[in-house]
Nanobody, 124 residues
Framework: VQLQASGGGLVQAGGSLRLSCAAS????????VGWFRRAPGKERDFVAA????????YYADSVKGRFTISKEKAKNTVYLQMNNLKPEDTAVYYC??????????????????WGQGTQVTVSS
């Protein structure tokens, strides 16, 4: 499976962006798809995740109420709608797929395949 993340860019604080994560390759059947981000000089952090076959969604406390994760199964695509962006949201955003149901969605080590990342920059 190959993941292509897109939709990043430069936006002013309070603005919005929608990231997309499109999967291609062999049959796409993960347990969940997640978004993570890495800010300069910091560790990679969990942002959000969505169950591929269910309705569950998960969010980091820092983005709850501002970000929304969704999926379009017919296109093997997951979206991350980011509203009311803040300068502290500036990071490279990565999507990833998780194939095991026995590991935590917020654990980056539980994810098997990663996209290349897309840069999000929020100016103040």
């Amino acid at each position: 499976v190959q993941l292509q993340a897109s939709g990043g860019g430069l936006v002013q604080a309070g603005g919005s962006l929608r990231l997309s994560c499109a999967a291609s390759g062999r049959t796409f059947s993960p347990v969940a798809v997640g978004w993570f981000r890495r800010a300069p000089g910091k560790e990679r952090d969990f942002v959000a995740a969505i169950s591929w076959y269910g309705i569950s969604t998960y969010y980091a406390d820092s983005v709850k109420g501002r970000f929304t994760i969704s999926k379009e199964k017919a296109k093997n695509t997951v979206y991350l709608q980011m509203n009311n962006l803040k300068p502290e949201d500036t990071a490279v955003y990565y999507c990833a797929v998780k194939r095991s149901a026995s590991t935590a969605v917020a654990d980056s080590g539980a994810y098997d395949s990663w996209g290349q990342g897309t840069q999000v920059t929020v100016s103040s």
